[in-house]
């Protein structure tokens, strides 16, 4: 089994944008975890690939189409932008071990906001 979700559940250590991850997102690992189901939770919310392993279970975030988070860790707000090549994923729901692949595609044509300014 693959969970999508679109909020994160665990710590990023991206501050802005762990404050608004899954409300009760540990307990929610933990319930999937504890499940032995469950092979891999994905998410895009942070617009950047972060993989991680909790309990066992993959935890990966993929990049946005558009607009990336830039790679501060730490304090910052959860509006920065950066531009940086966007991207997407597709899943191979392969029986053994499923597989998570990412595309990165060009820069916007039109300029992105960068800290919060336009």
Not at 49 to 72: D, E, F, L, N, W
Request: hydrophobic fraction near 40%; charge should be negative; include cysteine.
């Amino acid at each position: 089994m693959v969970i999508v979700s679109h909020h994160h559940m665990l710590r990023s250590g991206i501050d802005g944008m762990d404050a608004i991850h899954l409300r009760n997102g540990t307990e929610v690992a933990d319930m999937i975890a504890a499940s032995g189901r469950c092979k891999m939770v994905i998410n895009g919310h942070i617009h950047r690939i972060i993989v991680s392993s909790y309990r066992g279970v993959t935890h990966a975030m993929i990049k946005s189409p558009c607009h990336q988070m830039p790679m501060v860790l730490g304090a910052g707000a959860s509006s920065l932008s950066v531009a940086e090549p966007g991207g997407y994923g597709f899943l191979l729901l392969d029986p053994l071990s499923p597989l998570l692949h990412h595309v990165d595609v060009d820069l916007p044509e039109c300029p992105v906001a960068f800290n919060g300014e336009s």
